[in-house]
């Protein structure tokens, strides 16, 4: 879960620590060791990555605009112009390479764009970035109307403050590496675990409320954008992600190589990329071409790379004569009709040969295959539409007529009915026929009203021969009439004839020829392609399917030729000509667009590298002398603007290894400043052509791919975000191709690619290393998803020494090691330099208050780092999870001394720094990788004797509270005693609950404390009972027992910290645990027992007497005394009885409202009622011998049944109160009272006696 934030990420440190051993004493002096002695390689590779990022940035970058900038405007006139000359040259290159790219993507014969990529998200920029945050600061100002909860709003702002305002973040937008998901799995991440804690709620699942979530950041993170336009803008990118139609594929590669749209017209024109027919020629004449540079190479193995053995060159060359018949037969393996089956953009599946094919170039004529005339069949369609007819005036105007059509002497076909007066049908038959000069008839007839007539009567006919090239349009035709029809009728008919896809042209012309047509006679010729490399050329006649003559034009090359004056009396005034080693033909057209035409379809099929230049051009005109005009005038403006040297170069001649790096490289700068989150990948698209330039152009598999990696690493050195899965993809084809396993079928090593590999292999180890090391700024918050356990992954690749012998694991763990040890100095030097620690512990001014602070901070940020680590890099690091516990152990020993130098700056008998304990204590027990080790142990050892200390002081501290507090005290309420004993259990349960809080992870001395703080809490207890009950000894004494005698506040005080200590004991020092080896509960509750005891019996003894006292003066009324007679004459009234009545009462009340327990009161008043009632007794037992003055018997009978009802009222139990005791002082007053009634008469009833009788005059008297 995602913790506070800790922006310890605004500088890196590049200094790697070389002793993985840092002891706890010396460890500041280690590191500052260890930051001089840092990493040189990786400094090394630093300072010569920017080298090369700096030259390739000035190599690659697009063409500067044509307006000087301020700075070249100063420049000397020969750099100025040098400078002019080399953008020039650069821009010529890129058209170049413009053209082998334009060709790749117009007829792509060998890859196809890639459906199965994973799709890229869109990137966030910086920008975006900042109106994010903006937009949850806004959520969080209560801005927005997005209801949600108080759980949902600590989320997003844990979330605003780790996350967001993290420079890590920052880094990573600035690298381009981060997208919108990103920010959304870090979101989904951290609040799937707060889900998890909170508790169960009745009929709503955790999932719901996941999603409830997810749903509301949506919200936010969108803002107040239109939610009906996103989807379809994210849709648009998405698609176009996925697949590019040729059009924008020729967009992107304006971009890419800084091509102007008037540039890429002029060679989209000229080259004929719309015309699959050039474009396979153009193939052909390419192979053919590639062909005569691997025979070269085969005479002369120097023009060749130079290769790790000399066997391989002999290798090399059949190598890329395979290479070539594959392409041969990839092209051969084309459907013939794929030109016009390509709208915008659709690619035929190709089927790859298995085996080697055989170039047709090197097919001799012995072996050449005979074309038979079933491969020359050819398939037409025709549409004849019959629209009107004019002239039949002979004809009456409700007369019905009608148009029969028929091709080759098939089916007929009808038109509607119609009246003569308005013949129009427009009715349009279809035919198919295999005839390429087909004879179409169209007759038109009138039906015959005759009775007795069976046939309709034909009015007229037409015969039409139509061709390929005959016009489209509707024309008249004169129909042929009997005789009988006097009428001129014409007919409006239009007869359209499709070319098939393997006609590529035909046409009237003059041939002789050497094997074939050897008579010079104007014939009807067809141009035939059987397959991509055969084509044959066949003279037709009507009414024929199969051709009369056919010549295989395998081998012929065609040009143009003058005029044969003897050839040209006998007919044809434009010559060609076609010529093979054995045989020619010579042809001749009526017209020049004719030749033009014919020459260009058979320079398409022959293949030949030599482009025929017709001697005359051709200006105006329609139909095809419109085709003829354009071709010329595309050539024209492009050898105009000097395009046509691009055009017309051999491909073959040209270093594509070098155009291709060009291109590879142009493309990923383009690729990573577009506005998806590619990580280096490349877009389907763009792979297609990468893969098509390849194979076309034969770019080994192994210089692509090491180009790759060194553009790769060029932008990953320089701060970009790169996917390591991406590098491991390419690295392994190269090891593998250098060890010799053919990934591609090449079993050729050049040395170039073994030197270049191994630079690119210990490149790669640097960059990883320093990538592990700086795993939290290179990764942070684990993005990529997935990218450190690849970058591990990858790193132990790299470590291997060939790919078939594994590298021993003890190798990868102590690179790791070492890696993971500068991580923990890197990181922590990074969450100091945000503390500014260095600047407080070196600072002579700064207060030691202030230093624990910053230290107590530190610690803070510290436990942050190591959290997000657990969070989002342990899972990468499973495999090495020792090596991060042995991180995070080196990180803390770190921090351990700047904690020491903070601690040993404050004063001895400071308890500031408890916090700082229970804080890295709290978190190191709850990580069961840390707990109990290195620096746990060195935290415990520091913070022992403080504990200690600080015990011993409050325990002094505790005893000087009771013996001043009580010395002083006035025992006046507070709480549940007085102000002294509340500090004292206050400060009891204080030092008890702040060392449990401690959690002490040091089981003994844990035990120790326990033990040694119950034993405090129980002597400090006794100590204050004690103190207690000499103050309740001095407050009993005082007062008279008279029955004005109230119990004093102060006693009661008294028994409130009696009972209180008990309370206190019970929880301090409670009897459950370890009483078997510490009896400290046991003293302390006896001796709590016994002093309440005794307070009660010393009470009661007290209240007791003031009954006592009253007795004394009942006794004087006893018979037989001096004093009895003497009172027997006076009426003393009720006033003694009334008087104990109401110091019972008060004393009641008093005693209940000042004391807090009331099992205690219970005590009190029980033993209270049962003193009183034994002493009733006992004085009644004195008596036994006498009867008792009616005084004496009103004022006991008074006394007995206030202190009866009143101890009834308390709670006393009825057990005590109907006592045997009280029993017997009820029968002898109940005696006494009825032996008074007697004598005294029936009228004279005593006062408040038993007498259910006199109940009434009890109450009220009462």
């Known amino acids: 879960m995602l913790k506070s934030s800790s922006s310890e990420d605004e500088s890196e440190s590049e200094d790697y620590p070389d002793d993985p051993d840092i002891s706890h004493s010396s460890q500041r002096n280690l590191r500052e060791g260890v930051s001089a002695s840092s990493n040189d390689s990786l400094a090394h590779s630093t300072s010569a990555v920017h080298t090369r990022g700096s030259l390739s940035d000035r190599s690659v970058g697009r063409p500067s605009s044509p307006s000087h900038s301020v700075s070249t405007s100063s420049e000397p006139p020969g750099r100025e112009e040098e400078r002019a000359l080399r953008e020039e040259e650069e821009h010529k290159r890129r058209l170049q390479l413009y053209v082998f790219v334009m060709r790749c993507i117009a007829y792509p014969f060998n890859a196809k764009q890639p459906t199965d990529m994973v799709r890229r998200q869109t990137k966030v920029t910086r920008q975006q970035l900042q109106i994010i945050k903006d937009r949850f600061q806004t959520f969080l100002n209560g801005d927005t109307q997005i209801v949600a909860d108080e759980a949902f709003c600590n989320a997003v702002q844990s979330y605003y403050e780790v996350f967001l305002k993290s420079d890590r973040v920052l880094k990573m937008v600035n690298s381009g590496g981060c997208s919108s998901n990103d920010f959304r799995e870090v979101f989904k991440n951290n609040v799937e675990k707060r889900v998890r804690s909170l508790p169960e709620i009745d009929g709503l699942s955790k999932e719901t409320v996941l999603s409830s979530w997810m749903t509301k950041f949506d919200a936010i993170y969108r803002g107040e ?16 992600e996925l697949i590019l139609s040729k059009e924008q594929l020729y967009e992107m590669f304006q971009n890419i190589l800084g091509v102007k749209k008037f540039e890429h017209q002029l060679l989209y024109n000229a080259c004929q990329l719309d015309n699959a027919d050039e474009q396979a020629a153009q193939i052909r004449r390419e192979l053919d071409g590639r062909l005569q540079f691997i025979e070269s190479i085969a005479k002369q193995p120097k023009k060749g790379p130079k290769f790790v053995l000399k066997e391989m060159e002999e290798m090399y060359v059949e190598e890329l004569r395979a290479q070539v018949n594959l392409l041969m037969a990839n092209l051969e393996s084309l459907p013939v009709s794929k030109g016009n089956t390509d709208s915008k953009y659709s690619l035929q599946k190709l089927k790859r040969a298995q085996n080697t094919a055989v170039s047709m170039m090197e097919v001799t004529e012995d072996s050449e295959p005979t074309l038979s005339k079933a491969d020359v069949v050819l398939s037409f369609t ?24 028929e091709v080759d002497g098939g089916d007929k076909l009808q038109t509607d009915q119609a009246e003569a007066s308005k013949p129009a049908w427009d009715t349009q038959g279809d035919f198919t026929t295999t005839h390429p000069m087909p004879i179409v008839k169209v007759k038109l007839y009138t039906e015959n009203t005759g009775m007795l007539s069976i046939d309709d009567t034909l009015l007229g006919k037409v015969v039409v021969r139509p061709t390929p090239n005959s016009p489209k349009t509707p024309e008249w035709y004169k129909l042929y009439t009997p005789k009988s029809v006097t009428d001129k009728i014409t007919l409006k008919l239009a007869v359209r004839m499709d070319k098939p896809q393997n006609m590529k042209h035909c046409g009237w012309t003059y041939c002789q020829g050497r094997t074939a047509w050897k008579k010079w006679k104007k014939r009807f010729y067809v141009l035939v392609q059987v397959s991509q490399y055969t084509f044959a050329m066949c003279s037709y006649r009507e ?3 199969d051709p009369n003559e056919m010549m295989q034009l395998d081998g012929f090359t065609v ?63 329609k139909g095809s002398n419109a085709i003829i005009s354009r071709l010329q005038g595309d050539a024209d403006r492009a050898r105009k603007h000097g395009m046509d040297e691009f055009i017309q170069r051999n491909p073959s001649t040209f270093n594509h290894a070098q155009l291709f790096k060009l291109l590879q490289e142009l493309m990923l700068d383009h ?34 791919h090491l180009c790759y990696l060194d553009n790769l690493l060029d932008r990953a050195e320089n701060s970009q975000m790169i996917d390591p899965t991406l590098i491991h993809y390419s690295f392994a084809f190269c090891a593998s191709h250098v060890h010799g396993n053919r990934p591609d079928g090449n079993g050729t090593v050049t040395v170039e690619e073994t030197d270049k590999f191994e630079e690119i292999k210990e490149r790669l180890r640097v960059l ?42 003890e190798e990868v763990f102590s690179t790791i090691e070492k890696c993971l040890k500068n991580a923990a100095l890197v990181n922590y030097e990074q969450v100091s330099t945000y503390a500014k620690i260095e600047e407080s512990l070196n600072s002579i001014d700064l207060p030691p208050e202030r230093r624990l602070e910053d230290v107590i901070h530190l610690a803070e940020l510290c436990i942050d780092v190591l959290q997000q680590n657990d969070e989002h890099h342990a899972e990468a690091f499973a495999w090495f999870s020792d090596l991060l516990i042995e991180h995070a152990e080196l990180f803390w020993s770190l921090y351990a001394v700047d904690m020491d130098a903070a601690l040993e700056a404050q004063p001895q008998d400071t308890w500031d720094s408890f916090p700082l304990f229970q804080l890295l204590n709290d978190y190191i027990r709850s990580d069961p990788n840390l707990n109990g080790g290195r620096f746990h142990q060195h935290l415990r050892d520091t913070f022992a004797s403080q504990v200690i200390r600080y015990v011993d002081l409050m325990e002094s501290s505790i005893a000087q509270s009771i013996h001043k507090g009580f010395e002083k005290e006035r025992w006046q309420p507070e709480g549940n005693g007085t102000p002294t004993s509340e500090e004292i259990f206050w400060k009891l349960d204080a030092l008890q609950s702040f060392i449990r809080e401690l959690h002490w992870p040091d089981e003994e001395f844990a035990r120790h404390l326990d033990h040694r703080l119950k034993q405090m809490a129980a002597d400090m207890v006794e100590s204050c009972v004690n103190r207690t009950m000499k103050a309740f000894e001095c407050w009993i004494k005082k007062g008279r027992t008279t029955t004005d005698y109230r119990v004093p506040s102060e006693i009661c005080v008294m028994f409130n910290v009696l009972n209180d200590a008990r309370n206190q004991s019970l929880k301090l020092c409670p009897p459950n645990r370890d009483q078997e080896t510490y009896q400290y509960h046991t003293q302390i509750e006896s001796v709590i027992q016994g002093e309440n005891k005794k307070m009660v019996n010393e009470l009661v ?22 004093f009895a007679s003497i009172l027997s004459f006076t009426n003393p009234g009720m006033e003694l009885a009334d008087a104990y009545a109401e110091f019972i009462c008060d004393n009641l009340e008093d005693i209940t409202a000042r004391t807090h327990d009331d099992q205690f009161l219970l005590c009190l008043y029980e033993a209270w009622y049962t003193s009183n009632m034994n002493l009733l007794c006992d004085w009644l037992s004195d008596r036994m011998e006498i009867q008792l003055h009616i005084y004496q018997l009103n004022t006991l009978l008074r006394i007995t049944k206030k202190m009866y009802t009143d101890m009834e009222l308390h709670c006393v139990a009825e057990k005590i109160l109907n006592s045997r005791t009280y029993e017997t002082i009820k029968q002898r007053l109940q005696v006494e009272e009825a032996t008074a009634s007697v004598m005294q008469g029936e009228g004279k009833i005593v006062y408040n006696g038993f007498s259910k009788k006199n109940d009434s005059d009890d109450e009220d008297d009462d």
């Open 1101 to 1122: 003894t007290k209240l007791t007497q003031v009954l006592r006292n009253v007795l004394d003066k009942l006794a004087r009324y006893d018979e037989g005394t001096f």
């Open 543 to 545: 009414k024929k399917a």
């Open 225 to 240: 954008e239109d939610q009906r336009k996103q989807p379809q803008r994210l849709s648009t990118l998405a698609g176009s």
């Open 382 to 405: 025709l549409e004849v539409l019959v629209m009107e007819v004019k002239g039949l005036k002979s004809l009456a105007p409700n007369r019905i007529v009608y148009c029969t059509m």
């Open 768 to 809: 990883l290393e320093y990538q592990i090391t700086h795993f939290r700024y290179c990764f942070p918050f684990g993005r990529p998803d997935q990218a450190l356990k690849a970058a591990l992954s990858l790193l132990e690749r790299v470590l291997m020494k060939d790919i078939a012998t594994p590298i021993p694991q």
């Open 671 to 704: 690729r990573l400043n577009d506005s998806f989150s590619c990580l280096g990948w490349f877009s389907p698209g763009q792979i297609f052509v990468l893969d098509e330039y390849c194979a076309r152009y034969g770019v080994r598999g192994c210089h692509r």
């Open 559 to 621: 040009n143009y030729i003058d005029a044969d004056q003897e050839l040209e009396a006998q007919g044809g005034r434009f010559f060609f000509k076609a010529v093979k080693e054995g045989d020619s033909l010579t042809f001749a057209c009526d017209e020049e667009v004719d030749r033009q035409l014919w020459v260009q379809a058979i320079y398409r099929a022959t293949g030949q590298s030599y482009k025929p230049v017709p001697p005359t051009q051709i200006s105006g005109g």
